[in-house]
């Protein structure tokens, strides 16, 4: 029997979206406020959802302290409250969308679980715009 837990973290960071190879107007054109040159921030919430057997002797997936602890250790101190262009080594080269963003997340924690475990990312910039990643697409 496989079963899902999640957790729910959130953190808070600044970004700008834009192409360093576009002029000022094809980057204002393709990503509107989120080009702002003086960055822009979020509060990102996030989603972790671990998929795997039930341990028969301690009857969890995973100990939700331990995600917890991960989380906290691998994404909030090393996102929140940063400039994601200019404090996160991954975005100094990739533009800081999402999209990109929950796969960074996504490669930060997988490397830390079990190989039996999934993994499932999901990431809200806003309560509206929401991203998932599995490591599977």
Not at 96 to 104: G, Y
Request: charged share 25%; with cysteine.
């Amino acid at each position: 029997m496989r079963v899902t837990v999640n957790r729910k973290a959130h953190f808070n960071a600044a970004h700008r979206l834009y192409c360093q190879d576009w002029d000022n107007v094809k980057n204002e054109a393709v990503f509107g406020k989120c080009n702002n040159p003086n960055f822009h921030g979020h509060n990102y919430e996030l989603i972790v959802s671990v998929t795997g057997a039930i341990n028969p002797q301690t009857g969890f997936v995973i100990d939700l302290n331990d995600l917890k602890t991960l989380i906290y250790e691998k994404i909030e101190l090393y996102m929140d409250h940063k400039n994601l262009n200019e404090q996160v080594p991954e975005f100094k080269t990739l533009n800081p969308t999402a999209e990109n963003i929950v796969v960074v997340i996504w490669q930060r924690l997988r490397q830390h679980l079990d190989e039996a475990l999934d993994l499932a990312v999901t990431l809200y910039e806003t309560p509206r715009n929401f991203v998932y990643y599995d490591g599977k697409a």
